[in-house]
């Protein structure tokens, strides 16, 4: 399985992205996709998520508000609109797959990872 992740990129605080990631490979069935973040010298920290089977979304109280998780199920991809950016929200953007019941926020329930995807916001 190959998660796919696209859309960091340098913007200015108050500026607004949009991640992607698309899956690909294996014969799994999704339960949910999630985004997480890795900041330098923090651990990996949980953003939002969605369950792949009736959209309920999940988000950190640092999300709400300013971030908005959606799904495609027929490409298989989610995405991450990010508004209102802080330069707080700086770090490497990973996807995430769950093939299992769990919890959304914890990081150790997720099967599958994308390889990251940078976010920079500049003062």
């Known amino acids: 399985v190959q998660l796919q992740a696209s859309g960091g990129g340098l913007v200015q605080a108050g500026g607004s992205l949009r991640l992607s990631c698309a899956a690909s490979?294996?014969?799994?069935?999704?339960?949910?996709k999630g985004w997480f973040r890795q900041a330098p010298g923090k651990e990996r920290e949980f953003v939002a998520a969605v369950a792949w089977s009736g959209g309920v979304t999940f988000y950190a109280d640092s999300a709400k508000g300013r971030f908005t998780i959606s799904r495609d199920n027929a490409k298989n991809t989610v995405f991450l609109q990010m508004n209102s950016l802080k330069p707080e929200d700086t770090a490497v953007y990973y996807c995430?797959?769950?093939?299992?019941?769990?919890?959304?926020?914890?990081?150790?329930?997720?099967?599958?990872w994308g390889q990251g995807t940078l976010v920079t916001v500049s003062s």
């Open positions: 995430a797959l769950k093939i299992r019941a769990g919890s959304y926020y914890s990081r150790l329930e997720y099967d599958y």
């Open positions: 490979g294996g014969t799994f069935s999704t339960y949910g």
